[in-house]
């Protein structure tokens, strides 16, 4: 099983098996902490293969810097079957998970994992920033 594509986004669909996206990020700036930022989404495009036949469990988790779960809800935890046909080598599925209300209480580094039968498959981090210290950053720099 192979993680093609883990991103953060403002936006993710799928259309006819093709990935949409729109408005991937790494970053949030907020004014004053703590801060809940409205909505975002989880984009996700997995590749398997025959070898990956049978019933799984995905675990998605976000957590801060310390490893800490930011939400009392989380890991949002699913089961996770493969089947292919006979006749296919692979089969790519796309998946896309709104995250609504994500309260962040401090700056800093977040992550968020995604794991199937208790195995990390990826991490994807978001930097959660000031933004009057970005801004003063990168008028200093001018």
């Given at each position: ?6 991103t ?50 995905m ?43 994500l ?18 498959m ?21």
């Amino acid at each position: 099983m192979d993680i093609q594509i883990a991103t953060l986004c403002d936006h993710a669909a799928d259309y006819n098996g093709k990935m949409i996206i729109s408005g991937t990020f790494e970053t949030l700036a907020a004014r004053q902490f703590p801060v809940v930022h409205p909505h975002c989404c989880l984009a996700l495009r997995i590749c398997v293969t025959p070898e990956d036949t049978g019933a799984h469990k995905m675990a998605i988790n976000f957590i801060d810097e310390d490893g800490k779960q930011i939400d009392p809800k989380m890991p949002l935890k699913a089961d996770f079957p493969v089947e292919l046909p006979d006749s296919i080598s692979f089969l790519s599925r796309n998946l896309v998970l709104n995250l609504q209300g994500l309260k962040f209480e401090k700056e800093g580094v977040y992550f968020v994992d995604v794991s199937i039968d208790e195995e990390l498959m990826t991490r994807v981090p978001l930097r959660v920033v000031d933004a009057t210290k970005l801004e003063q950053q990168q008028q200093a720099a001018q």
